[in-house]
């Protein structure tokens, strides 16, 4: 069985300070790890992946994550909040096995103000 | 790469009515995914094709619920006896076999409301 737990459903934050997304993840195996953004009317495009490698994974628009296994965790940051970052953002765990449904945590709304 | 597409995307029907939902999944993708999402949670897994053969259901998905992909290649989801319940977004995702874990992009959806 594997879950996911976002531990913000929001995060305030100033243009142009550090965001801070948490996400805790529970799996019975290795697991891939993934962060996904919504924005408004828009569908889920993926911001990141982690699959084993690198535990320090780089995404697009200037966000990354760190896999840290011994905390279970796979926090998303980026150093400095643009207002395009204000969305919904989703961290998803699936086995890291070919094939497998994504589980998604609950989301995490960022509100970026000027 | 034209990205996933789905039609319509959205819909409003009464209680008790029929509907079907249409996804085009990215060309040569094999793998096909239905999810759901209701209001303030994240997308639930409902259903994976691999090519024509549909090869996992969720357990929320209920008799009412048909999905076919014919072909291999489009889907469709059919909800019949439409509930309030069923009010959601339906999400479609495509992915390509790669030997190892997969990224699933995602279609715009298709927002349901059962009146």
């Known amino acids: 069985a594997q879950s996911v737990t976002q531990l913000d459903s929001h995060v305030s934050v100033s243009e142009g300070t550090p965001v801070l997304l948490r996400c805790n993840y529970s799996?019975?195996?290795?697991?891939?790890l993934f962060w996904y953004v919504q924005h408004p009317n828009k569908g889920l495009q993926l911001l990141l992946k982690?699959?084993?490698?690198?535990?320090l994974v780089k995404g697009i628009n200037g966000f990354e994550a760190e896999f840290k296994k011994s905390e279970t965790s796979f926090h998303l940051t980026k150093p400095s909040a643009h207002m395009s970052d204000a969305a919904e953002y989703f961290c998803?765990?699936?086995?890291?096995?070919?094939?497998?449904?994504?589980?998604f945590g609950k989301g995490t709304m960022l509100l970026v103000s000027p | 790469d034209t990205g996933v597409s789905q039609d319509p995307r959205h819909k409003i029907t009464k209680r008790g009515q029929n509907v079907t939902f249409r996804c085009d999944p990215i060309?040569?993708?094999?793998?096909l995914y239905w999810y759901r999402q209701t209001l303030g949670q994240g997308p639930e897994f409902l259903t994976y094709?691999?090519?024509?053969?549909?090869?996992?259901k969720s357990r929320l998905l209920s008799d009412r619920f048909s999905a076919e992909r014919p072909k291999g290649s489009f889907s469709t989801l059919e909800i019949q006896r439409t509930e309030q319940g069923d009010s959601a977004m339906y999400l479609c995702?495509?992915?390509?076999?790669?030997?190892?874990?997969?990224?699933?992009?995602f279609g715009p959806g298709t927002r349901l409301t059962v009146l």
């Open positions: 995702a495509s992915s390509r076999d790669r030997g190892f874990t997969d990224t699933q992009y």
């Open positions: 799996s019975s195996y290795s697991p891939s």
């Open positions: 982690y699959t084993s490698a690198a535990t």
């Open positions: 998803v765990v699936s086995l890291n096995s070919g094939y497998s449904t994504l589980t």
């Open positions: 060309s040569e993708h094999n793998r």
């Open positions: 094709f691999q090519n024509e053969a549909q090869l996992e």
